[in-house]
């Protein structure tokens, strides 16, 4: 993802709807996201759908990797052995 310029990818909500299209086009080339803002804070932030996608990819991976260190630091582990015996024995049972 691009970073945003503050001159160029702020823009106050009533601008945003009158020229939809400009900022679509806008985000498209540029590829920055584009900040709307409304009563002078910011509303919403308009991406582009890979930006989206790899944002959700990154929480979803780091979600999975702070459960991970939770268990691990819980001493919810399996040792090599346990997991490849259970591995097994779902196999054998499918």
Do not use: C
Request: net charge positive; glycine share 8%.
């Amino acid at each position: 993802m691009k970073t945003i310029s503050i001159k160029n990818d702020i823009v106050p909500i009533g601008e945003f709807k009158t020229s939809l299209s400009k900022w679509f086009k806008s985000l498209q080339s540029t590829g920055h996201p584009v900040i709307i803002t409304q009563n002078g804070k910011p509303a919403g932030v308009l991406l582009t759908p890979e930006d989206y996608d790899e944002l959700v990819y990154k929480k979803s991976f780091l979600d999975s990797v702070g459960r991970g260190i939770s268990d691990a630091g819980s001493g919810r582990t399996h040792t090599t052995k346990e997991l490849r015996a259970a591995l097994s024995s779902r196999r054998t049972s499918e």
